[in-house]
T-cell receptor
Framework: NAGVTQTPKFRVLKTGQSMTLLCAQDMNHEYMYWYRQDPGMGLRLIHY???????AKGEVPDGYNVSRLKKQNFLLGLESAAPSQTSVYFC??????????????FGPGTRLTVL | GENVEQHPSTLSVQEGDSAVIKCTYS??????FPWYKQELGKGPQLIID?????GEKKDQRIAVTLNKTAKHFSLHITETQPEDSAVYFCAAGVKGAYNNNDMRFGAGTRLTVKP
């Protein structure tokens, strides 16, 4: 049981390049999330998904796109990377809100630098 | 939307002392308040959570208190140990039926426990 895994762990991009971050979970969770973590700003939600085939915008969605074609995978895309997108990206997953505990399980993070 | 403020941003205590981290929130509709611990190089992990129908909750050396009237909640760690050193995040949100996007995180507190 690997939990939540993220690929890659590190990446350096040049301004204007594109890339996709992959998140996978093996806990059969319905909900999945992408956050970015910047110094002094905590975790900010980029996009989230409440089920296969559905996605929705979070707090800071501009410049990112997502897809949830399979229940276990949630992809985060940067079409044209900008230096402001330099950050640590975390994926998380959780059961539906019907459960008593709404715990989110986080992946180990991807450190992205845009030059 | 919800806004969460967390204080202090850094906290240094001597091993065996207590540590207290405080958070305030703005949305009176929030009813779920989790606390996450993030160790260096890892993703955040839930350590304790509290629902709005409870004023206090304990789990061994950690406890959380909630004051709904004042819209603030606190994390208390007693008998601190060096392994408690980490960044702690509070969060507040509405545990709704479908929309899990209402969760907001605080900026984090870096706790250092000196041996």
């Amino acid at each position: 049981n690997a939990g939540v895994t993220q690929t890659p762990k590190f990446r350096v991009l040049k301004t204007g390049q594109s890339m996709t971050l992959l998140c996978a979970q093996d806990m059969n969770h319905e909900y999945m999330y992408w956050y970015r973590q910047d110094p002094g700003m905590g975790l900010r939600l980029i996009h989230y998904s409440v089920g296969e085939g559905t996605t929705a915008k979070g707090e800071v969605p501009d410049g990112y796109n997502v897809s949830r074609l399979k229940k276990q995978n949630f992809l985060l895309g940067l079409e044209s990377a900008a230096p402001s997108q330099t950050s640590v990206y975390f994926c998380a997953s959780s059961w539906t809100s019907g459960r008593a505990r709404n715990e989110q399980f986080f992946g180990p993070g991807t450190r992205l630098t845009v030059l | 939307g919800e806004n969460v403020e967390q204080h202090p941003s850094t906290l240094s205590v001597q091993e065996g002392d207590s540590a207290v981290i405080k958070c305030t929130y703005s949305d009176s509709a929030s009813n779920y308040f989790p606390w996450y611990k993030q160790e260096l190089g890892k993703g955040p992990q839930l350590i304790i959570d509290i629902r709005s129908n409870v004023g206090e909750k304990k789990d061994q050396r950690i406890a959380v208190t909630l004051n709904k009237t004042a819209k603030h909640f606190s994390l208390h760690i007693t008998e601190t140990q060096p392994e408690d050193s980490a960044v702690y995040f509070c969060a507040a949100g509405v545990k709704g039926a479908y929309n899990n996007n209402d969760m907001r995180f605080g900026a984090g507190t870096r706790l250092t426990v000196k041996p």
